[in-house]
């Protein structure tokens, strides 16, 4: 999917490469609310995930890239549910656009390839979690179609070795 942004330059959204992965771990720690909260150091971890990830069918990593670079990311994630007559459902988690380039219409851009992914996958829906905090871009959400509906929990485990 190929656009322009307000300042002319040319917005491709595509899937991410592993060649790609410094970068994308890098809007990762820009959209961090908390310092340390990823770690660049180990590149092959994330390229390692990209690979998991794009290996199942309807998975992605997608990337915003202007004139070469990645500016803007997002994952789908697509799963069948057990209730909904065994419906097909999409997440959409780690979407994040450079600072620079916000407000561009980039992030919409994103979110318009994968919701289309995921009709395309057979979705029924498409759904997200945002930070409590992130009130911008609880209102960004809503703009771009997605309501308020459920509350999210998180509870952090240490993995069996």
Not at 64 to 75: K, S, T
Not at 95 to 111: D, K
Not at 134 to 153: I, N
């Amino acid at each position: 999917m190929e656009s322009r942004a307000p300042g002319g330059g040319i917005v491709v959204i595509r899937s991410a490469r592993p060649a790609d992965a410094a970068q994308l771990v890098a809007l990762l720690e820009y959209g961090a609310l908390t310092a340390n909260q990823e770690d660049g150091s180990d590149i092959e971890a994330y390229r390692s995930a990209l690979a998991d990830i794009q290996a199942t069918p309807g998975n992605d990593v997608l990337v915003a890239e202007v004139g070469g670079e990645p500016v803007g990311m997002c994952q789908l994630i697509v799963f069948r549910h057990f209730q909904h007559h065994g419906g097909r459902s999409a997440e959409i988690e780690s979407m994040h656009v450079h600072p620079g380039f916000r407000s561009m219409g980039i992030g919409a851009q994103l979110l318009e390839a994968a919701v289309g992914a995921a009709r395309r996958a057979g979705c029924y829906r498409v759904q997200l979690m945002s930070n409590v905090r992130r009130t911008e871009a609880h209102r960004f959400y809503e703009r771009q179609g997605f309501v308020p509906s459920h509350v999210g929990f998180k509870h952090w485990i240490e993995p069996e070795p």
